[in-house]
C-alpha cells in the first residue's frame, strides 16, 4: 500500500529565508508525486507536480521539488519566503499510470515570520 | 473552463437529519473523490470513484454516510442522523485518471447544530 508522511506538522521560517517541506512516500510501483497548497480559507490548488519526466519539478510562485528514488523523498523547496506563502502544504502520491487512489500526507502548516 | 462546483456552499442542520452534499465534477473526469476537512486539520478522505468500477469506501467513517455518482458524472454525499462532530468542510475533487491530478471544489462547510 502507499502511504505519505510528511515530518514537521508545522514549520515557521523567517521572511527571505530557504523554505524547506519535507515529503517521504512508500509505493511498490514508480509513483506520481504532487504537492497542494491550501491558502487561508480558500481551497486546495496543484503546486506541482512529478509524473516521471525530470527529477526536479518547478512549479509555482517559485517552488520546486524534488524526486529522489533512493531517499523516496519529494522534498518542496523555495530559496526565499514571502509572507503570502503562509499556507498549508499537502504532499499526495499514486501509483504511475493506473486508476488507483491519489494518497495524502498529513499537511504541513508554514508560517513566515516578518 | 468549468471547474468542479458543490453545493451548497454552507448548509446548518440540526443533530439528527439527514444532509446531501452534491459534486458537480469537471466533464470528462471519470475519478470523483470525497474528502472531510475538519477545522485545522487535513484531508480525511472519505470515498472514491473511478469509472463504473465499484467505489471505494474505505475511508467512510460509519453507516450513516453513503456516496453515488449518478451516470459517471454528479456525485451525491448523504449523511443521516447528522452529529456534531460531522461539522466539518466536505471537498469533492475530479481527476482525469491519466493525469491524476487532483481539481478541487470550493467545498461545503457543514455546521451541525
Known amino acids: 500500500a502507499q502511504s505519505v508522511t510528511q515530518l514537521g506538522s508545522h514549520v515557521s521560517v523567517s521572511e527571505g529565508a530557504l523554505v524547506l517541506l519535507r515529503c517521504n512516500y512508500s509505493s511498490s510501483v514508480p509513483p506520481y508525486l504532487f504537492w497542494y497548497v491550501q491558502y487561508p480559507n480558500q481551497g486546495l490548488q496543484l503546486l506541482l507536480k512529478?509524473?516521471?519526466?525530470?527529477?526536479l519539478v518547478k512549479g509555482i510562485n517559485g517552488f520546486e521539488a524534488e524526486f529522489k528514488k533512493s531517499e523516496t523523498s519529494f522534498h518542496l523547496t523555495k530559496p526565499s519566503a514571502h509572507m503570502s506563502d503562509a499556507a498549508e502544504y499537502f504532499c499526495?502520491?499514486?501509483?504511475?499510470?493506473?486508476?488507483?487512489?491519489?494518497?495524502f500526507g498529513p499537511g504541513t502548516s508554514l508560517s513566515v515570520i516578518p | 473552463g468549468a471547474g468542479v462546483s458543490q453545493s451548497p456552499s454552507n448548509k446548518v442542520t440540526e443533530k439528527g437529519k439527514d444532509v446531501e452534499l452534491r459534486c458537480d465534477p469537471i466533464s470528462g473526469h471519470t475519478a470523483l473523490y470525497w474528502y472531510r476537512q475538519s477545522l485545522g486539520q487535513g484531508l480525511e478522505f472519505l470515498i472514491y470513484f473511478q469509472g463504473n468500477s465499484a467505489p471505494d469506501k474505505s475511508g467512510l467513517p460509519s453507516d450513516r454516510f453513503s456516496a453515488e455518482r449518478t451516470g459517471g458524472s454528479v456525485s451525491t454525499l448523504t449523511i443521516q442522523r447528522t452529529q456534531q462532530e460531522d461539522s466539518a468542510v466536505y471537498l469533492c475533487a475530479s481527476s482525469d485518471p491519466g493525469t491524476s491530478e487532483q481539481y478541487f471544489g470550493p467545498g461545503t462547510r457543514l455546521t451541525v447544530t
Open positions: 512529478y509524473t516521471s519526466a525530470a527529477t
Open positions: 499526495a502520491v499514486t501509483k504511475k499510470t493506473s486508476y488507483d487512489k491519489v494518497i
